[in-house]
T-cell receptor, first 115, second 110 residues
């Protein structure tokens, strides 16, 4: 079975600074996908960024980028120029490739943005 | 606006009631999912429908009964729930290419 581990229950960052959220995972699959989802107090799950395991290039979406280390099974999220609207719970998630198996989530990291 | 719509947004039900949660998507996805999320916890997968057939049931109690009438609709029928079933119930559609979530139904069992 796959597992996803987020070791930082809470992180705090000053507005406009950069923060990195950590995630490790364990799988025996070779084809899989990794995601970061954001869940603000409204509890709407919002996709932040997605990484295909077969791609060596790290995914980027505007101020959000990942550091994907496949051999180490590590998938961290970097948020640059942090904004107040980035405050939320961030979940790292794993999905096997090739089918519809749903997501396995980590326990989440609560990100606080200090003005 | 989310492309996965869930109704109702809030539901309070007694332990002897029968109610249903509804989910609709018009994204052309052939897989739909129900998740349960307790406060300060990650979502937990309950059911997966793929091509309108139940493909995964994560050992969910029978008081939860899913239904997929067509490729756009997903229901979750609730009967004889317990207070510990109070949670946010999230519907999602998609697959490894990307999962889209609805805004959820906050369920309170009294």
């Amino acid at each position: 079975a796959q597992t996803v581990t987020q070791s930082q229950p809470e992180m705090s960052v000053q507005e406009a600074e950069t923060v990195t959220l950590s995630c490790t995972y364990d799988t025996s699959e070779s084809d899989y996908y990794l995601f970061w989802y954001k869940q603000p107090p409204s509890r709407q799950m919002i996709l932040v960024i997605r990484q295909e395991a077969y791609k060596q290039q790290n995914a980027t979406e505007n101020r959000f980028s990942v550091n994907f280390q496949k051999a180490a099974k590590s998938f961290s999220l970097k948020i640059s120029d942090s904004q107040l609207g980035d405050a939320a719970m961030y979940f790292c998630a794993y999905s096997p490739g090739g089918g519809a198996d749903g997501l396995t989530f980590g326990k989440g990291t609560h990100l606080i943005i200090q003005p | 606006d989310t492309e996965v719509t869930q109704t109702p947004k809030h539901l309070v039900m007694g332990m002897t009631n029968k109610k249903s949660l509804k989910c609709e998507q018009h994204m052309g996805h052939r897989a739909m999912y129900w998740y349960k999320q307790k406060a300060k916890k990650p979502p937990e997968l309950m059911f997966v429908y793929s091509y309108e057939k139940l493909s995964i049931n994560e050992s969910v109690p029978s008081r939860f009964s899913p239904e997929c009438p067509n490729s756009s609709l997903l229901n979750l029928h609730l009967h004889a729930l317990q207070p510990e079933d109070s949670a946010l119930y999230l519907c999602a559609s998609g697959s490894w290419g990307g999962y889209t979530f609805g805004s959820g139904t906050r369920l309170t069992v009294v």
